[in-house]
């Protein structure tokens, strides 16, 4: 700073001037020789002397203003002129650079402006391009909404065509399952008619469903001699000898036996009289009609057995004579006997075709080689007559429809139990029971009537 203060003192000492009383008014600056910022520096402050000097001595009016500019103007005049050749050629070397620098920048804005008129072409080309490919997409879009259309169109229908299907496929299910039922239904009738046919009046198909069928029904024979006969004996034979208890209660089960098959044979008689027409060959509907009859018979026979057990023992009670022994039929145990071949006579009965037993007619059997007569001496009780006896030949012991009772022997000599057949003349369901002897005949009384009418 102190270096430049006094090249400025050197520079503008020469040009100090004063007025007529020695005052100094005005300072003209001299330009530095450095730069045109000293020039202009000067100029300002030359500018600011005159304006100092104006305000003090003139007063301000318009013509103050016009030769202010004047005084400018010359000073600034006058400053250039003394301006050093080397300013000016620094100033011409200065003017000449920026020449350079405007042909540069020319130069420069000329290679910006072509850069520019390029990239305006490139852009109108990309705008172009872009505007094609705009349209393209425009029609693809287009195209699209089309196949949407097309699409939903499609949809539709193969949702219409879809309900069609549902709708006939249902309407087939239902026709598939009518057709099943039907079907079905026939094959049962068909079933039926056939089962029938085979069933009917035919001993050799069984039931399996059926609880009371002919082998069920032999077990329940059996059941009954083991259980019941065997109570029932035991209260008999404290009023009868043996012989005598074991032929009440077989003259009780084939009693049973001859009752049920006459209610049975009445009211299935019965409904042939008022419901079947009599025909040799019935027609299929009748035949399953009847069939359906019979079974339903035995299913409800059973609630007929107590009904059925008071009227028998009614029956043996009004034919027994003996008091004793109608005390001893309505004991507990010989009615629980009664009851249980009444229920099993019912079911024999009401079995299609019916299981049977094999049993001898009541009396003496009058048959065989030898018949006489004879009188028993011992028979003769307070004046009465001889007893009349006839000579019969006794049965052959035949092992395959009876057990021993208690004697083994070639000839029989009591029945104590009968025998079961499946229906008449059929397979053996439960022999029977039967005393054997070796005695080969045997005298039998004959009847008081057979007496009087020889």
Not at 314 to 332: H, M, P, R, T
Request: charge should be neutral; proline fraction near 4%.
């Amino acid at each position: 700073m102190t270096s430049k203060k006094r090249n400025s003192n050197k520079v503008y000492s020469s040009n100090k001037k004063t007025d007529k009383k020695g005052k100094r008014f005005m300072e003209i600056p001299e330009p530095r020789e450095d730069s045109m910022t000293g020039i202009e520096d000067m100029m300002g402050r030359m500018r600011s002397s005159i304006k100092t000097f104006f305000r003090i001595v003139f007063k301000p009016v318009d013509w103050f203003v016009t030769l202010l500019v004047f005084i400018e103007l010359r000073s600034y005049i006058f400053c250039a002129g003394r301006l050093p050749k080397l300013e000016l050629l620094k100033v011409q070397d200065k003017s000449h650079t920026v020449e350079d620098g405007i042909g540069d920048n020319n130069r420069v804005l000329f290679e910006q402006e072509q850069k520019i008129c390029k990239l305006e072409h490139d852009l109108r080309n990309a705008e172009s391009q872009i505007k094609q490919e705009i349209g393209e997409v425009e029609k693809k879009i287009q195209h699209i909404s089309q196949l949407e259309i097309s699409v939903r169109t499609y949809r539709n229908r193969i949702k219409s065509l879809s309900d069609d299907l549902e709708y006939e496929r249902n309407k087939l299910q239902k026709t598939e399952e009518r057709l099943n039922k039907e079907n079905e239904e026939l094959r049962r009738r068909l079933s039926e008619y056939i089962s029938v046919k085979l069933r009917d009046n035919n001993p050799n198909i069984a039931d399996l469903n059926d609880q009371c069928r002919p082998t069920k029904l032999a077990e329940m024979y059996s059941e009954l001699y083991d259980n019941e006969w065997t109570d029932a004996y035991s209260i008999l034979t404290v009023q009868l000898p043996e012989p005598a208890a074991i032929e009440k209660l077989l003259y009780i089960i084939i009693e049973s036996y001859e009752y049920c098959s006459t209610l049975v044979n009445k009211s299935w008689s019965y409904l042939e009289d008022w419901f079947f027409e009599a025909s040799d060959k019935p027609s299929s509907e009748q035949q399953k009609i009847c069939k359906w009859l019979k079974d339903n018979r035995k299913a409800v026979i059973t609630k007929k057995v107590e009904e059925t057990v008071q009227q028998f023992t009614k029956k043996l009670l009004e034919e027994c004579e003996d008091e004793n022994l109608k005390l001893a039929y309505q004991d507990a145990d010989v009615s629980k006997y009664i009851q249980k071949c009444i229920k099993i006579c019912l079911l024999m009965r009401a079995t299609d075709p019916p299981v049977v037993l094999v049993y001898q007619a009541s009396g003496p059997r009058l048959t065989g080689t030898e018949q006489v007569a004879t009188s028993d001496p011992d028979a003769s009780n307070g004046g009465e007559g001889n007893a009349m006896t006839v000579v019969e030949n006794r049965d052959t012991f035949d092992r395959n429809a009876y057990k021993e009772y208690t004697v083994r022997g070639k000839y029989v000599e009591f029945i104590v139990w009968p025998p079961m057949l499946l229906h008449e003349n059929g397979a053996m369901l439960s022999k029977g029971i039967a005393q054997g002897t070796k005695i080969s005949s045997k005298e039998v009384p004959l009847p008081q009537t057979v007496i009087q009418t020889a």
